[in-house]
C-alpha cells in the first residue's frame, strides 16, 4: 500500500521551493527592469525620429475634422535623415564597445555604466529594425537600401562640413597674411628712411678743396722738373 502522508511531504517541499524561486525570479526581473529604465540614456533624444513620426502621425487642427495630408516625398526625407542619425550611433556603439568591455574587465567602470551600455544598443537594433520596416512600407525592399542612402547622404554632409571649414579657415590665414605683408611693407619703408636719414652727403665746399689740392699737386710736377733739366745744364758748362 502507498503511504500517500509520507510522498506528499516531499512534494510540498519541491513546490514551495519552486514557488520560492519563482518569486524570488519574478522580484528581480522586475527590480532590475526597474533600475534599467532610472538610467540615464547613452544618447540623447533622438530628434529625427521624433520628427518622423510626429509628421506620420499628424494630428487635426482644431475645428478640422482630417489631418492634412502631409507628401510622401517629405516623409520619405525625414525617414532618410533618421536613418542617418541611426547610423552615426551604430557606429558610435560598435566603436565604444570593445573599449568598455576592456574597461569593465580591468574594473575601470561599474556595471552601471555597462548596463546602460547594453540597453543604447539593444535601442539601437529596435531602431534600425523599425527603419527598415518603414522603408519597405514606402516601396518593396527598399529597407535594403535605405542606410546605404543614408550612408551617401552622410559622407555628403561630412565633405560639405569640410570645405565650409577650410573656406573658413582659409578666409582667416588671408587676412592674417594681409596684415602680415603690410608690416613687413611698413618696417621695409621705416629702414629705408632710416637708413637714408644716416647717410651724410659731401658739401660744395669740401668738393672745391680736394680739387684745389688736386691742381697743387699737378703744379708742382712740372716744376720739380725744371729745376732738374737746370741742374743737369749747369754740370755740362
Known sequence: MVNWL??????????ILVGSLAT?????????????SSLEPW???????????????????????????????????TL??????????VLAVRSGKQALSTLLQKGSVGDELWQRFLRAE??????????VEEANAFAPNWGQTIFQSANEMMNHNIIRQKVIELQAQAKVEREWWDKRRASIQSDFMKELDSSAGNSKPTTPGERVGSDEDAVIVEGGG???????????????K
Open 6 to 15: 509520507g510522498l506528499a511531504v516531499p512534494f510540498a517541499y519541491l513546490g
Open 24 to 36: 524570488f525570479s519574478s522580484l528581480y526581473r522586475k527590480r532590475k527592469a526597474a533600475k534599467a
Open 43 to 77: 544618447f540623447p533624444p533622438h530628434l529625427q525620429r521624433n520628427i518622423y513620426l510626429s509628421l506620420l502621425h499628424l494630428e487635426p487642427e482644431p475645428g478640422d475634422k482630417k489631418a492634412p495630408a502631409v507628401p510622401e516625398s517629405v516623409l520619405k526625407a
Open 80 to 89: 532618410l535623415r533618421r536613418a542617418t542619425e541611426d547610423i552615426h550611433r
Open 122 to 131: 539593444k535601442e539601437v537594433e529596435d531602431e534600425v529594425r523599425d527603419v
Open 222 to 236: 712740372p716744376a720739380v722738373a725744371g729745376k732738374g733739366s737746370t741742374r743737369k745744364k749747369k754740370g755740362k
